[in-house]
């Protein structure tokens, strides 16, 4: 059974740093259902430009605030689990530098939220494109 070409998906994602004793850390989240660490991500939202859709991702699953860059790093592709079948998802990546951590926020308890130097980050992620994300972060922040 063929299927007919539909649009690409598009989702938006933050990648939350910060600067601590001249090191950048990137802050990870878990996924709800598989555990397995990632950044905050989301689909694009009517009326809001993508990297304000990416910054309240980051409120959302990450409990994160700061300023967003309007310029994606770089993007990565992934399958996007479905209950029948994978979709194939490009991810746009926006560096947000954090300002704050917010002691509640709507998906805490739902997933693990941690720092990580950018070299361990890069190994917690699944994604090969998204590692290499990553790993360029210092050389833009």
């Not at 878990?30 to 990632?38: A, G, I, N």
């Not at 990416?54 to 409120?59: C, M, N, P, R």
């Not at 309007?70 to 689990?81: A, E, Q």
């Amino acid at each position: 059974m063929s299927q007919t070409p539909k649009e690409e998906l598009s989702q938006v994602a933050a990648l939350p740093f910060r600067i601590r004793d001249g090191k950048v850390e990137v802050l990870l989240v878990t996924s709800r259902e598989t555990k397995r660490w990632l950044i905050p991500k989301g689909w694009p939202m009517k009326g809001k430009k993508p990297h304000k859709a990416a910054a309240q991702e980051a409120e959302e699953e990450a409990g994160v605030k700061g300023e967003i860059k309007p310029k994606p790093l770089g993007h990565y592709d992934y399958w996007k689990r479905r209950s029948t079948h994978f979709d194939l998802c490009r991810v746009n990546v926006y560096p947000l530098a954090v300002s704050k951590q917010l002691k509640s926020w709507r998906e805490k308890g739902q997933r693990q939220a941690q720092w990580f130097d950018v070299e361990d980050a890069a190994h917690q992620v699944l994604e090969p494109a998204l590692a290499e994300l990553i790993r360029s972060l210092p050389e833009h922040v």
